[in-house]
């Protein structure tokens, strides 16, 4: 069954945004921590982001200051904000449970060129 939907990916310009959307599905999705993570080519799947059940956040040093994660417990969402985009970027993005992770969603790809 699938647990995690990811959508907002698309092309864009470096220095440009877009916001990644995470439909999930889980019974009391609020107490919960969840992830964005992305794959890029050649390398392994990494955290970007995290948001605690509590609201705490923490990036990625590499997206600090241009990412913003949050949610929305009463709509079972999370968001990735991400603005001032570079290629480095380049990924397909993936959101997740933290402590006791779901299937990998098909994932949203991003992809940061001029």
């Known amino acids: 069954q699938v647990q995690l939907v990811e959508s907002g990916g698309g092309l864009v310009q470096p220095g440009g945004s877009l916001r990644l959307s995470c439909a999930a599905s889980?019974?009391?999705?609020?107490?919960?921590?969840m992830g964005w993570y992305r794959q890029a080519p050649g390398k392994q799947r990494e955290m970007v982001a995290t948001?605690?059940?509590?609201?705490?956040?923490d990036y990625a040093d590499s997206v600090k200051g241009r990412f913003t994660i949050s949610r929305d417990n009463s709509k079972k969402m999370v968001y990735l904000q991400m603005n001032s985009l570079r290629p480095e970027d380049t990924a397909v993005y993936y959101c997740?449970?933290?402590?006791?992770?779901?299937?990998w969603g098909q994932g949203t790809q991003v992809t940061v060129s001029s």
């Open positions: 889980r019974s009391h999705f609020r107490l919960y921590d």
């Open positions: 948001i605690t059940t509590t609201g705490s956040t």
């Open positions: 997740n449970y933290q402590s006791t992770p779901a299937s």
